[in-house]
């Protein structure tokens, strides 16, 4: 909504925080991708509590500006188990992203917790000619 009203990404995340499911308090993750002119950059936000306090919200920006082919960033929501569960810290991870969107879909749905993972979007865009192709994998189908 804010982005339409011409606000930056940053902008437009101040009035998002994390969820209100305390203990955990799920971090909200977010990214956007500009692609213009055979060129692109992305960034990514976590928004997430103060060390488990619903009482301040932690901010943290990611920008990538002209990455490198095959390259790639993910944040995660938690670190790790725990109760409550402690929020991911520190910088997005940098994964290898290769050609193939049906390997690179199965290697990270196959790397999701058994227990807790639902569904998974994957997009491949063509930089250069602005096509895309899409996998969507939902463990209820």
């Not at 306090?53 to 990611?62: A, E, H, L, Q």
Request: glycine share 8%; hydrophobic share 30%; proline share 6%.
């Amino acid at each position: 909504e804010g982005m339409d009203k011409q606000m930056t990404f940053e902008q437009s995340l101040r009035s998002r925080e994390f969820e209100p499911d305390g203990p955990n308090y799920t971090p909200r993750i977010s990214g956007i991708m500009h692609i213009e002119n055979g060129t692109y950059n992305y960034a990514m936000s976590i928004l997430k509590s103060n060390n488990g306090s619903p009482d301040s919200c932690n901010r943290y920006t990611f920008a990538y500006e002209n990455p490198a082919a095959g390259e790639g960033h993910f944040i995660h929501t938690y670190k790790c188990d725990g109760d409550p569960l402690p929020s991911f810290e520190g910088e997005p991870k940098l994964i290898a992203v290769p050609d193939d969107i049906d390997a690179f879909t199965d290697t990270l749905w196959s790397s999701l917790n058994e227990d807790n993972k639902v569904s998974l979007f994957v997009r491949y865009i063509d930089i250069a000619s602005g096509t895309c192709a899409t996998r969507i994998v939902n463990k209820n189908q």
